[in-house]
């Protein structure tokens, strides 16, 4: 979803692009896939990806399918699939999620379970 040889045909398939000059306050739910550049402030959730660009800075929960964390998050994570977090991205909250990825120079405050690893562990 987040190759580099698609970014440009990424961008096309986000129906809801919350620019860097635009703040969102209060619940705010999707059912397609969102990229986030501004500020958000309460929750955001949608059943398909979510994009949080290094500009963005967001006090709320956060529910997708998959995700790639570039930004400022402080609240908590919920990820059906794959998270990716890249270098710029300051995470203060929990994690759950099915895969998880971390680039160097992250910083992640909170604590982590991987969903699939839960179920297995229950068996």
Do not use: W, Y
């Not at 961008?11 to 500020?39: A, C, H, L, Y």
């Not at 290094?54 to 929960?61: G, L, M, R």
């Not at 998270?83 to 992640?108: Q, V």
């Amino acid at each position: 979803m987040f190759n580099k040889q698609n970014q440009g045909e990424t961008f096309n398939q986000f129906e809801t692009v919350i620019g860097p000059s635009v703040k969102v306050k209060g619940d705010f739910n999707g059912q397609g896939n969102i990229i986030v550049e501004g500020v958000v402030e309460g929750s955001l959730k949608t059943i398909g990806s979510l994009e949080v660009g290094k500009t963005a800075k967001i006090t709320a929960d956060l529910e997708a399918k998959e995700a790639k964390i570039g930004g400022h998050i402080t609240g908590n994570l919920k990820v059906k699939g794959f998270l990716e977090i890249t270098a710029t991205a300051k995470i203060f909250g929990d994690i759950e999620t099915a895969g998880l990825s971390i680039e160097r120079g992250a910083i992640f405050n909170g604590k982590c379970v991987m969903a699939a690893a839960t179920e297995e562990i229950k068996k």
